[in-house]
């Protein structure tokens, strides 16, 4: 394992930046979540309507990997800028144009060979990232048609594309909305979900893609009370039934008890989406199913009657 001010100038010499092929690169993480996906000296393009809400969590099983980069011609030219060269000097005050050419000379073997150096990057939002980035190897080279190991391989890129798919939380309507009654039907449904499914795509340009959806399916209801206290309906469909005059009551919750003896005075519903993730190409990958949940406080009073006694009326 080499040190971190080694590696970082080993890293800061090999990987210099490469054409925006175009799209946001690892933007898809949340920075309220432990997980997601921030990548660094990757070529990696994440793209899709599925960036950008948030995470739910799911992390990347190796968080550093090798990529193909330059071929021998593109890497020796690369060391031998002169922005390069400066760099190198600088690191080395005591170094020689011996030195550098001793440097340059693992560049220089390798021209005219069929192949590519692979480049190490990682995942800077798994909190494993960086140790495991600082254990590879500045570059590797890899003869035509092969692959280093540790190389990225196209399950993980799937995980890459997994771990940045997000899916909006459910924004819940009620009826009634402000408070609800003993035996009163309280409807469920989604407002503003949008899109229905959503995608990610994982892709290194020319050389390999993965594309993961996600797709609500249903939607699931916890009514916050005791046992005994509700009966729910989960006839939902993918976003719930919004409230209509004189229609059957398939979605939401029917309370049997007053809130009053609860904490705040209100039962906690929570509403979970549940987005079914497939993998793209017919490869097969399987991934659990996305979920976004949330919450509503649901006061529940009784109606009060009033029974006079006719029997004085005259």
């Known amino acids: 394992m080499r040190s971190l001010l080694s590696y970082v100038l080993t890293a800061a010499l090999f ?17 309220d979540r432990t997980s997601g996906v921030i990548l660094r000296n990757s070529k ?22 090798y990529e193909p980069g330059d071929d021998a011609d593109s890497m020796l030219n690369r060391q031998q ?11 080395h005050p005591d170094g020689t ?3 550098f050419d001793t440097f ?10 069929n192949g590519r150096w692979w480049v190490p990057a990682y995942n800077a939002a798994d909190p494993d990232g960086l140790s495991c980035w600082t254990a590879l190897e500045g570059a590797v080279w890899v003869p035509e048609g092969g692959a280093p ?12 594309a997994r771990a940045a798919l997000t899916v909006p939380e459910p924004r819940v309507e009620l009826s009634p909305d402000v408070k609800s009654y003993v035996n009163l039907p309280t409807w469920v449904w989604l407002e503003g979900t949008g899109e229905t499914s959503r995608s990610v795509t994982a892709e290194i340009p ?21 046992a005994g206290r509700a009966e729910v309906k989960q006839d939902c469909g993918a976003t719930g039934h919004p409230y209509v005059k004189g229609g059957a009551f398939r979605c939401g919750v029917r309370y049997l008890r007053a809130s009053v003896d609860q904490p705040r005075k209100v039962y906690v519903m929570s509403v979970t989406t549940v987005w079914p993730v497939t993998g793209g190409g017919g490869v097969g990958f399987a991934f659990q ?11 529940v009073g009784e109606v009060q009657t009033t029974v006079r006694d006719g029997a004085g009326d005259s």
């Open 15 to 31: 990987t210099a930046p490469v054409p925006d092929p175009g799209g946001p690169m690892g933007e898809g993480y949340q920075n």
């Open 149 to 160: 190991p540790g190389g990225i391989t196209l399950e993980e890129l799937y995980q890459l």
């Open 206 to 226: 020319g050389v390999m893609s993965a594309t993961v959806t996600a797709t609500l399916s249903r939607v699931e209801i916890k009514s916050g009370a005791p």
């Open 97 to 99: 144009e011996q030195d």
């Open 81 to 91: 800028d002169q922005d390069v060269r400066q760099f190198w000097f600088h690191t």
């Open 289 to 299: 199913p996305v979920q976004a949940t949330a919450t509503r406080d649901v006061p």
């Open 44 to 65: 990696i393009v994440l793209s899709g309507n599925g960036l950008g809400a948030k995470s739910d969590g799911y992390r990347v099983k190796r968080p550093c990997w």
């Open 104 to 113: 340059l000379k693992q560049y220089k073997d390798k021209v005219g060979e």
